[in-house]
Structure formats: C-alpha cells, structure tokens
C-alpha cells in the first residue's frame, strides 16, 4: 500500500507533474484555529524545482489562510491523486514559506512559471514548499473524472487590474490582510512586482 519516498523524482515528479488538479492543506498552531484546505490548479501554476522541492503561483482570492498559516508555522501538505489512468495518491508533507512580490527572490523563482504571465490571475506571492515526508498511497477509492479544460474566469476577472486596484481589492477582504484567525496574511498595501 503507502510507501515512502526520500525524494521527488522519476515516476512521482511525471505524476505531480502531469496533474491538473492538487490540494494544499495548513493550520494555524492554536487548537481550536480554523483548519484550511484548498483546491489548486490552473495550468503551469506548479513546479517541481528539485528533488525536495515544490513551489506554486499564490493567485488572488477571497482569504489568504494559507500565507497565513505559513507565515505563522510553516507547516504545509501538498496532495494530488489520480482521476485518471492508474489509482495513485502522492502526499508532500513539509514545509513552506510564501515569498512576496517584494523579495529578492521572487522574480528568479517567477521564470520556473513560463506559462503564466507575471500579471495574470492577481499573482500575489509563489509559495515554495520544502519537503518533509514523501509518500503515496492507493488511489482505490479516488472515482475517474474527466479533465476538460481550466476555467477562464480568474484570468479574465484579475486581467483588468493593475498593483494599485488589485491592492484596493484586497484592502475591502476582510480575511486577505488578516486570516480567519486573526494571524498575519498578505502584506498590504501589496507590494509591487520586483521583475
């Protein structure tokens, strides 16, 4: 059944890699804190940078629990699973950091992202996720769905604004500046692009 892995190569890289679909999972440290997980996708929005590595385009939305919570602990778990061809379910436990606009870092790690333009979807930060535990599971009970096509509603909705309407934007959101919780989120006013 689950196996262990000491790094993301060979078959598990072609699987991640070739998923449509993922789902992050994090927490705040407090007991009694909102738990959060969150589907993910939108084509050339993930990239494998090494063996223990994996990072993703944080695009706009309605909260920011997951910068939260990174920016709080860290912790983080990545998992995709097969809706097509061979039952499989590969799980990233580790963990992460969200590195904004403003970082020196950031436009180095925007070109592994050549599929997506640097001002599509409101992209607000790349989260880079350090691995921990490596595992895969059965897949056995994951039912086959079909992978039409990414919806284009996001690009559409975040292509008509600039830092400073995108910034007014998240300003309004009650849980982008400040999670659920009440930890830190985004940094406001959004930082500008360092590319």
Known sequence: MGKTYERIDGRL???????????????PLSGDGTINLSPKGLKGSLAVLDELTVAYLDFAGSNAETVAHLRENGRITLMWC?????????RVHGRGEPVF?????????????????????GLRAIIVVHAELVRDTCGYAV??????????????????EDDA????????????????????????????FTV
């Open 101 to 121: 606009r403003d970082d020196p870092r950031f436009g180095e790690l925007l070109t592994r992202f050549p599929d997506i333009e640097p001002g599509a979807h």
């Open 165 to 192: 309407s995108l910034s007014a934007y998240f300003e309004k959101k009650e849980h982008i500046g400040t999670s659920l919780d009440g930890l830190p989120g985004l940094p406001l006013p959004l930082p500008p």
């Open 143 to 160: 039912p086959f769905m079909t992978y039409e096509e990414d919806r284009d509603l996001h690009a559409r909705r975040f292509a008509r």
């Open 13 to 27: 890289r072609t699987f991640i890699e070739q998923q449509p679909l993922f789902f992050t999972a994090t927490a």
């Open 82 to 90: 097969a809706f097509q061809g061979p039952p499989d379910i590969v």
